[in-house]
């Protein structure tokens, strides 16, 4: 399966400001996808990577807040815009073949806006 | 609205003895269903999946069990070991897309 690096592993940024998250797979992937998990919650789809095209965004994520770039088959970054305290959350790159598969996925960054 | 539920936030097993951990959805498009297990600090592994036309997968000490008439998905691990203890996230996915439950605390007992 394939071995994902995200960096950074975590950050505290200032209210009002952006921090890009990057994921780097070691292999050719068909998806990539964006988890969000809040404390003490589940994680939550934020959008699926699309190479070469605008991402594909779940209900409640827009891009504007939440921009997403794959140039290729191995990379992904987003970015979280205009940080406010709430958007303190884990954040994980995802990636994979297909469902079936299942996906791996980063070790994640802690994100902790003050 | 949840789609994915894991109802029990905990279990406690003694080391040995099998786990069972379950999972029901709501969703009956989902056309495989995954099981991840989750240290803290890092992210989450996966550990088997089951395609929405099989009723039974086995992998090593891992077994997941899925009724479709009930909506209902349950994994089986056996013997538990210390190692096990973790959070088990029970995921469904439809157009490859994943969607997690709130996952359960497993901790096995010495």
């Known amino acids: 399966s394939a071995v994902i690096s995200q960096k950074p592993s975590r950050d505290i940024c200032q209210r009002g400001t952006s921090l890009t998250i990057q994921c780097q797979v070691d292999?050719?992937?068909?998806?990539m996808f964006w988890y969000r998990q809040q404390p003490g919650q589940s994680l939550t789809l934020i959008a699926t990577?699309?190479?070469?095209?605008?991402?594909?965004?779940e209900s409640g994520f827009v891009i504007d807040k939440f921009p997403i770039s794959r140039p290729n088959l191995t990379f992904s970054t987003l970015t979280v815009s205009n940080m406010s305290p709430e958007d303190s959350s884990i954040y994980l790159c995802?990636?994979?073949?297909?469902?079936?598969?299942?996906?791996?996925f980063g070790s994640g960054t802690r994100l902790t806006v003050v | 609205d949840q789609q994915v539920k894991q109802n029990s936030p905990s279990l406690s097993v003694q080391e040995g003895r099998i786990s069972i951990l379950n999972c029901d959805y709501t969703?009956?498009?989902?056309?495989?269903f995954l099981w991840y297990k989750k240290y803290p600090a890092e992210g989450p592994t996966f550990l088997i999946s089951?395609?929405?036309?099989?009723d039974k997968n086995e992998d090593g000490r891992f077994t997941v069990f899925l009724n479709k008439s009930a909506k209902h998905l349950s994994l089986h691990i056996v013997p538990s070991q210390p190692g096990d203890s973790a959070v088990y996230f029970c995921?469904?996915?439809?157009?490859?897309?994943?969607?997690f439950g709130k996952g359960t605390r497993l901790h096995i007992l010495p």
């Open positions: 995921a469904a996915s439809e157009d490859d897309k994943i969607i």
């Open positions: 089951i395609s929405s036309i099989k």
């Open positions: 969703n009956s498009m989902f056309d495989y």
């Open positions: 995802s990636a994979g073949q297909g469902a079936n598969y299942g996906y791996t």
């Open positions: 990577a699309n190479q070469g095209s605008e991402a594909t965004y």
């Open positions: 292999s050719q992937v068909t998806m």
